[in-house]
């Protein structure tokens, strides 16, 4: 199994800063991507940015140039540096991997529990 553990959520003010982190753990072969989705009320969960073991990264038009992922493969965690938080931004957000725990397992995909970030004046 692989546990997903996420930290640094939190109330800021429009305009302010938060950074997210997320650790896996458990038993883990090799990790293909880590990345960052949330939800909103009433929403869909979306896409917010995503790491490949390479370094490839893909982020949701609404927070380019606004969040910057990254990653520490030797240590499975990924960041999520959230800078210019509007309040459109507050949702709850989780971290989402896709890990083969094996040399011969299937990929498979795993999430955190979620943490909650509002943006609120």
């Known amino acids: 199994q692989v546990q997903l553990v996420e930290s640094g959520g939190g109330l800021v003010q429009p305009g302010g800063s938060l950074r997210l982190s997320c650790a896996a753990s458990?038993?883990?072969?090799?990790?293909?991507?880590m990345g960052w989705y949330r939800q909103a009320p009433g929403k869909q969960r979306e896409l917010v940015a995503t790491?490949?073991?390479?370094?490839?990264?893909n982020y949701a038009d609404s927070v380019k140039g606004r969040f910057t992922i990254s990653r520490d493969s030797a240590k499975n965690t990924v960041n999520l540096q959230m800078n210019s938080l509007k309040p459109e931004d507050t949702a709850v957000y989780y971290c989402?991997?896709?890990?083969?725990?094996?040399?011969?397992?299937?990929?498979?995909?795993?999430w955190g529990q979620g943490t909650q970030v509002t943006v609120s004046s």
């Open positions: 790491i490949t073991t390479g370094g490839s990264t």
């Open positions: 458990g038993t883990i072969f090799s990790i293909t991507y």
């Open positions: 989402n991997t896709k890990v083969r725990p094996e040399a011969t397992a299937l990929w498979t995909s795993y």
